[in-house]
């Protein structure tokens, strides 16, 4: 562990300079979203406020993006590659939840065989620089998947915890190591004090978020719920808006489409819901997933017992973020404790 003066945090933001664009969180509108730096000094009360109101998953996997052009008449057809010149990003202050996404976004988009690979472009040189949660909102229940709100994940590669004065700095890959080596000259080593702090600071946190159910055996006990009224519950509240699905940060599914416009034309990539009713319509009509009842079961199946019988790891990190915006009140938290049959003191 090192530490660096808090007002010293420049140093860290411009060596990170020299690996990609760096973009950390921002105070605009009332809210706080991760934005390009652009040289200056960095707003500590973005940094020390919850979490961001979306995930960082736009800068890997973009709302929006160009798969190829293409210009065609009756003798030729040119295609043109829509493979972004953009340098991978450098995500300073990302929140241990919502660095543990990406492992979730890695597992799809990074499949051995069907490689995705612009996001792989993008996430082979990504820095991810986690900041340590110092208090949760009441929605916040990272820990029943796992997950240390204050401390360091697998997918980070520097973790920073925020004493006020200082910042506590820890390696967490060889890429985090390179870069705080070179910040020696700024960097000293933290102290028997500074790491009670850490661990103190780290327990406090843990322990002050109030309402994680356990997940124990969730997959193998949903497999057996697919029949279950719950369904029918929660598909008469929901609207179908598909907030819940836009601001989840492990949620990864896009639409193809496309414009044309004469002889020229487009072929794009775009964020898609399960929530919405054409999602798995067919070009014969049929829809397999017909009603809100089966859309709703689709999303709570697909990141709490498919995701987890496919790739080991349950969707979703428990950000809270749906929680906190759906307009209907549907509560993936209160959901699990149904399931499990607890009650939230548990
Ligand atoms: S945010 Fe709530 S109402 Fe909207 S689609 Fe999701 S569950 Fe339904
Ligand atoms: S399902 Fe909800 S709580 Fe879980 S990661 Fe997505 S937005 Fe966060």
Known sequence: MKLLRTDEMMHLLQRLSDEGRVFLPRLEDETILFRRWEGDSPSLDALRAGNTALPAKDLLFPQTEEVFRFVANAQNLAI????????????????PCDAASIQMLDRVFLDEDFPETTYARRRDGAILVTWACTDVQD??????????????????????????????????????????DDLAEHLTDADQGAQDKVDSLREAVRESVVSAPAADDLAETLAGMHEDPIWEEMAFRCLGCGACTYLCPTCHCYDLDGETRGTEGVRFRCWDSCMFSDFTRMAGGENPRPTKRERVRNRFLHKLQYFSEKHGVYGCVGCGRCITHCPACIDIADFIYTVRGADCDE
Not at 141 to 166: M, N, S, W, Y
């Open 80 to 95: 043109m590659s829509g493979e972004p010149d953009d340098a991978p990003p450098v995500i300073f202050g990302i929140r």
């Open 139 to 180: 929605t916040c229940f990272c820990p029943t998947f796992g997950i240390d709100p204050a401390g360091p994940v697998q997918t980070g590669d520097i973790h920073v915890t925020d004493l006020d004065d200082e910042l506590v700095l820890e390696a967490t890959s060889d890429r985090g190591g390179t870069i705080l």
